[in-house]
């Protein structure tokens, strides 16, 4: 079986990284290293919740005013485009972000689902979603991130886990992923590598 769609995060892996997490934390109340923050969320009252969430908005608004793509992140979905191979993104942000990100910059998705749509990453809800409307088992479909919860989520599903090591902790992540690259690009030679393989295999 070969790899018949990519889903990947977005903010850090299509776009470059951005978001101070540990600066949103301090921001909204919680410590700098504490944890997930959509997560801590939860155990919030209602107005804590409220005054986080205009918080993470108005971070998420920067970002995406300021975003930039990715080294090779273009070139990287048309060339999936044209190989037939379905594009999803799986972000931990809000759907319409990620709709937004592909309307300045001109990129085609064929589905997003954003933390509105379900459990968010590392659940495997996401990915699962995915393959049920691509009509494809998870093991013909590959997860690329540059966030454990991005490998934990496609391992959970069973899919093949990408991660993308753009940022400092990296080397802690890999060795849970099944590939590691250095950009976003170099998920092509993987693929095509793999059906190189199950052809010679015939």
Not at 93 to 104: F, K
Not at 136 to 153: K, L, R
Request: glycine share 8%; proline share 5%; net charge negative.
């Amino acid at each position: 079986m070969g790899i018949r769609a990519v889903i990947f995060d977005l903010d850090g892996t299509i776009t470059e990284p951005y978001f101070d997490f540990d600066a949103i934390r301090e921001e909204i109340g919680l410590p700098r290293n504490g944890g997930p923050i959509l997560e801590a969320m939860r155990d919030m009252d209602e107005a804590q919740r409220r005054s986080a969430e205009a918080v993470l908005h108005r971070h998420e608004q920067l970002a995406l005013e300021q975003s930039r793509l990715n080294p090779g992140a273009r070139e990287t979905l048309e060339a999936l485009r044209r190989a037939d191979i379905r594009i999803g993104i799986l972000t931990r942000n809000i759907r319409q972000n990620a709709l937004e990100i592909a309307r300045r910059h001109n990129l085609f998705f064929d589905g997003v689902v954003g933390r509105e749509d379900g459990p968010v990453k590392p659940d495997a809800f996401g990915v699962r979603w995915f393959c049920e409307q691509f009509d494809i088992p998870p093991a013909e479909a590959m997860v690329v991130g540059d966030y454990p919860f991005d490998i934990q989520c496609a391992k959970a599903a069973g899919a093949t886990a990408v991660l993308l090591a753009n940022q400092p902790k990296a080397a802690e992540f890999a060795k849970y992923a099944d590939f590691t690259i250095d950009r976003i690009d170099q998920i092509l030679g993987i693929i095509q590598n793999g059906k190189e393989h199950r052809a010679a295999c015939r």
